[in-house]
Structures are given as C-alpha cells and as structure tokens.
C-alpha cells in the first residue's frame, strides 16, 4: 500500500530540494489552490520548518541549539536582501553603507536599512525586527 501524498508532503519534499533560504508563496502555487497551499504554509510555520517574514515571504527555520526556539538560518539583513531580490527589486548601497566603505564615517551601518531604487512598500521583518528602505537614485 501506498502512502497518502499531501500538499504539505509535496512542499516539504520541494523546500528540501530548493537551495535558497527564501521563498514565495508562488513557488508552491503548482501543487494546489491558493488557499490549501497557504493553509500548508501555516502550518508549516506552526510546525516550525519555516518561519514567515512578510506577505507571501518565508524562511527555513531551524532549531537553536542555545535556546531551544525556532529561529531563521541567516540573519535578518541577509534574508531581506535574498528576498527582495526574488521579488526583482533592484538593491543598491545606502549613504551610510557608502561612507563606510569610503572611510568617511566610522558608523558600522546595522544593515537593517536597505537602499532601493523606485518605490516599494513591502514590509520585511522577523519578530520585533523590521527591514526599512532609503530610496538611492543614480
């Protein structure tokens, strides 16, 4: 006898095989309805394989070996950055990320402030920390 495959299955056998750490709700959209994939995707995060870091945005989660809760396999500034480049928006460096590099300012930049050309409104954050943009333009 056959085991039963579900949608959830499915996802899990494809995030095993994806090599990023971010991924859109649109890569799953192919295995199901909207709302059944976004039902799996929940409860995917309640499970704690995946953690979710804005609208149609997730993560791989893992297990801390400190404090035992699910946190995400790279940090923040790194996950933002994947993920907006997903979504084909184009990232630049920020004034203070430029003065860094240029010796100017002795100011390490957090990385939490991400330079972006045009406009964007999409919010990116992981518990109580959230990605904000500076428009550059060149």
Do not use: H
């Not at 100017?104 to 991400?114: A, D, E, K, M, W």
């Not at 954050?125 to 904000?132: F, G, P, Q, Y």
């Amino acid at each position: 006898m056959r085991p039963s495959r579900t949608i959830t299955d499915a996802i899990r056998r494809r995030l095993s095989r994806k090599r990023g750490n971010v991924f859109l709700r649109a890569d799953f959209e192919d295995l199901g309805g909207y709302d059944q994939v976004g039902r799996c995707l929940r409860n995917l995060v309640k499970d704690g394989a995946l953690l979710k870091i804005g609208y149609g945005l997730y993560v791989r989660a893992k297990t801390s070996a400190l404090t035992g809760e699910i946190v995400s396999t790279k940090s923040l500034p790194d996950l933002a950055r994947e993920a907006l480049a997903r979504l084909d928006v184009p990232i630049v460096l920020t004034k203070a990320e430029i003065d860094y590099r240029d010796d100017l300012s002795t100011q390490v930049p957090t990385g939490r402030r991400i330079g972006v050309r045009g406009r964007i409104s999409r919010k990116i954050s992981l518990r109580n920390a959230e990605i904000s943009y500076e428009r550059v333009s060149l």
